[in-house]
């Protein structure tokens, strides 16, 4: 893994070398992701893995014609070459009106921020052990607890350094932790299974290892002896480890490709009310030990805080310079990069809300309704809104969460449930897209 300066220095020459061989610009971007991790089953070590790879792109512009080629092969023979590779594609490639760099008015030009999203561990093996063990032996201590599917804990680092031909140049890196447990609960055609994990920019704000392996346990058990419910309309509730994905759908389609495709339900619908008052959707690439967070896009833009829905009112759309041109905006800093072309997407999100109430309080008044826990297959359609995935979690029944429920489906579209969601007070930060307890009435359940 090259150090920031040492891969800053190493994309400042890739796109020197290309404007030398004559594109007009280019921008290059190095990444690299080292992981290691352990596995553990029923006590015993099961899995050790390590392993790092890097990879630079390069982005040339000949007036309105553009290519991107990438490389994990990073010495300067290869580079040379890649240079001429991508001249020669560029060439041959269609014209676009809207390709081109960021803005250069809008370029970073201050100090990065700091994020504290690297805590400076190195991987230790012989601790990754230890804690893949611990969880795994804290879920299979939960009485009910009769099988094992494993425990892991991971270890991870990455970094970017990005240059372009206009004037921007910056890297950062971060690194992650992680811990997770499966268990399975019952006998023979009983059996049900359920996890518990964590994720964290910092070792010291991991959650432990008895804490994890307990809640695995306990959700395994708490899954026994699942009913089945009638079919109809009914309130859902979603637990909070699962509602985010419904956000997610509604961030897919906010995205600037996705709209310039005229591919997203969320077309026609800026300025308008999408989601109930009081409810806001806040993209933060800029919090402390935040699982995304990032100093700038992947074009070399400044991110920052912003409500992406406010007060229930769609603001903007998540774009990248390309899509923003094509729209007539400008680009919102939420570019995204792998090795080749930017993309757009969210970074840290959360759902804010002026409710007060309360987890409990959300489930007062239903005669019959599900609460939700897992959700399975991928029933969305990201054009229309339409909404219909398996579900698993427990029955409602007067007000109180009772039996365990299974193979049962819910559907809707996600422009009306949206409209329909109703939120409570208890959000914590602990998933990339992070939402308190919801409730949607009028879904529709097919069961038995």
Known sequence: MLS??????????????????????????????????????????????????????????????????????????????????????????????YAGLAPEDRLMRRKLPGLDIDDGQEADMAALRERALAVEDSARAVQGVTNSEGGGAGHGRAQVALVTSHGFAGAYGGSSHSLWASVLAGEGANMQRDHASHSARHLKDLESADSIGMRAGTRAVSRLHPRRVPSGAMPI?????????????????????????????????????????????VDDPLRVR???????????????????????????????????????????????????????????????SASEMTARELSAGIKQGIYVTELIGHGVNGVTGDYSRGASGFLIENGAIGDAVSEVTIAGNLKDMMLNLVAANDLEFRYVVNVPTLRIDGMTVAGE
Not at 261 to 280: T, V
């Open 4 to 97: 920031l300066d040492e891969a800053l220095n190493r994309a400042q020459s890739l796109v020197d070398a290309a404007r030398k061989a004559g594109a007009d610009a280019a921008d290059a971007i190095y990444g690299c992701d080292a992981s290691a991790g352990v596995t553990v089953r029923l006590g015993q070590l099961e899995d050790v893995e390590r392993s790092e790879s890097e990879h630079i792109g390069l982005r040339v512009f000949v007036g309105r014609r553009s290519a991107t080629v990438s490389s994990s092969d990073l010495s300067p023979r290869t580079l040379s070459t890649l240079v001429e590779r991508v001249l020669a594609m560029a060439s041959e490639a269609p014209e676009d009106a």
């Open 290 to 352: 935040g699982l995304r967070s990032r100093p700038f896009d992947g074009e070399g833009l400044p991110t920052a805080r912003l409500n992406l829905i406010d007060d229930g009112i769609l603001t903007d759309w998540l774009l990248d310079s390309a899509s923003a041109r094509q729209l007539g905006e400008r680009p919102t800093g939420h570019a995204t990069r792998g090795g080749g072309s930017p993309g757009a997407g969210a970074t840290n999100v959360h759902l804010e």
């Open 237 to 281: 509730i979603f637990d909070p480890r699962v509602g985010g994905s419904l956000i997610g759908h509604v961030l897919g389609a906010m995205t600037g490709p996705a709209v310039t495709r005229k591919a997203s339900f969320l077309l026609g619908k800026k300025g308008e009310r999408i989601l109930p008052a009081g409810i806001n959707i």
